[in-house]
């Protein structure tokens, strides 16, 4: 038994390694990286490594899949408002990043309502904008490892969403009519890099020292998010003491130290989509 046990770990360390990129994340450079969230403002997970990826030479997308239309317990805002005020605020973030704002897109859906939206059409739109910009890496929620990662519920669906159309776009008799015509061609993403994954399941931290002040200068941008925002929206600027409270909030939340460096936390994993939650 005991020899069994030895075997086991001997085979798994390698296993462990391998799940590392091959070249460290901040090395990365000339790939088209595609982000899937939920929700304006779902990029904050890696706004730091996207901010520095996009610095370093690769092209950055961001896809949401909802407006935000619903996140706020203002009663003065309505939803095309709110949507409006989201879709602002996330573009004012990623320019901040130094990502353009032709590589952000945002398919429409309504806050709070994506799991009861029709699957294939969601999945469809998913594999043609995956078939158009082929991505080299996809950065997506973690559907999770072994078994389901909960998540609220637009997380949870985009989880999904985005692992079911990676595997269909590399299929080229899955939605047929995106490749005889609209001459668009199967593709298959290597590399994922999934975020909001369960600490154990976190295979790879990516250094932001240089990126952690930028990244809550772009996460200020989302006032309706934060304070008084929340409750009695007032315009997208803040008031100094305002300001003040909601930074050292964001500092205290996303600086994750680790070997005395900030950093941001995946799941990496390369290989078909099939195995992504093994």
């Known amino acids: 038994m005991k020899n069994i046990l030895i075997t086991l770990i001997l085979v798994a360390i390698p296993l462990l ?11 990365w450079t000339g790939k088209t990286i595609l982000l899937i969230g ?3 403002d779902d990029d904050s997970y890696s706004m730091g490594t996207l901010g520095m990826l996009n610095a370093n030479g690769n092209e950055v997308y961001i896809a949401i899949l909802t407006t935000g239309n619903v996140g706020t317990q ?3 805002l309505g939803m095309m408002d709110l949507a409006l005020i989201r879709k602002q605020e996330e573009q004012a973030a990623l320019a901040t990043m130094g990502i353009p704002t032709d590589h952000y897109i945002n398919f429409g859906y309504d806050d709070g309502m994506l799991e009861y939206e029709d699957k294939k059409e969601v999945v469809a739109k998913l594999v043609r904008l995956i078939r158009k910009i082929k991505p080299d890496v996809l950065f997506s929620f973690d ?6 990662r909960w998540h609220k519920a637009d997380h949870r669906a985009s989880s999904y969403l985005s692992a079911d159309a990676a595997r269909a776009a590399m299929w080229p008799l899955m939605f047929q009519g995106q490749i ?7 593709h298959t993403i290597p590399e994922y890099m999934l975020y909001d994954s369960a600490e154990e399941d976190k295979n790879t931290w990516v250094d932001i020292s240089e990126w952690e002040e930028l990244k809550v200068e772009a ?3 989302y006032v309706s998010q934060f304070s008084s925002g929340w409750a009695d929206y007032k315009g997208p600027e803040m008031s100094p003491e305002e300001e003040k409270q909601v930074r050292e909030m964001l500092m205290g939340w996303i ?3 680790k070997d005395g460096k900030p950093m941001e936390g995946f799941r990496h994993y390369k290989g078909l989509p099939d195995d992504i939650g093994r």
């Open 17 to 27: 390694s391998m799940a590392q990129p091959e070249q460290p994340v901040e090395q």
């Open 38 to 40: 939920a929700h304006p």
């Open 74 to 76: 203002d009663p003065k």
């Open 143 to 148: 559907p999770g490892k072994g078994s389901q």
């Open 180 to 186: 005889t015509v609209e001459g668009l061609e199967a």
């Open 219 to 221: 996460l200020m941008k």
């Open 255 to 257: 600086h994750v130290e």
